[in-house]
């Protein structure tokens, strides 16, 4: 389980409007090998299901205070998510791994990282901002693509590919 440091005498550290955090929202299910597990009962050692890596060891846990923080809130059904999924709020630049048509028209890939915000207007996929949130970072040995809420998402930033040009 997480530990406690966020009460008591040591503040969390703090966001404000200059700077752009990523990470979770208390509440999110992230995919493990015990199943799926909210991001706050989590600690480094913790085995995370990655897309490319398997099972990978959680090395460590950021957790931020953001404040006036923009955010994406996707709906249950957004993006194709399974019936059932947990409606997810990500900080508007999370990336997310999409795997649709926008990957395949406009990148010729499988999947696309791009950051929540890009959606905002979609179908169920909404903006708004909030005064505080509170967000979970998982660290790893190296970037991974993870499952929250049973959407894909990068542990940390990954390079988006250069739109590919088609000749006219």
């Known amino acids: 389980m997480l530990q406690d440091s966020h009460s008591g005498s040591v503040p969390l550290p703090a966001s404000g409007r200059g700077n752009r955090p990523l990470g979770v929202a208390a509440g999110t299910q992230i995919r493990t090998d015990r199943g799926e597990v909210a991001v706050e009962q989590l600690a480094a050692g913790d085995m995370v299901l990655t897309r490319n890596g398997g099972l990978q060891a959680l090395r460590a846990i950021g957790v931020t205070i953001a404040r006036d923080i923009e955010v994406v809130r996707l709906a249950p059904g957004a993006l194709g998510r399974p019936p059932g999924a947990r409606e997810l709020v990500l900080p508007a630049q999370q990336q997310i791994i999409l795997r649709d048509w926008r990957a395949k028209a406009l990148f010729e890939?499988?999947?696309?990282?791009?950051?929540?915000?890009?959606?905002?207007g979609e179908a169920q996929v909404q903006r708004e901002k909030l005064s505080e949130l509170m967000l979970f970072q998982l660290h790893f040995d190296s970037p991974q693509v993870i499952w929250a809420n049973g959407l894909e998402l990068a542990s940390t930033r990954i390079a988006a590919p250069t739109p590919h040009s088609r000749p006219h």
């Open 109 to 120: 890939r499988d999947a696309l990282p791009t950051p929540a915000g890009a959606l905002a």
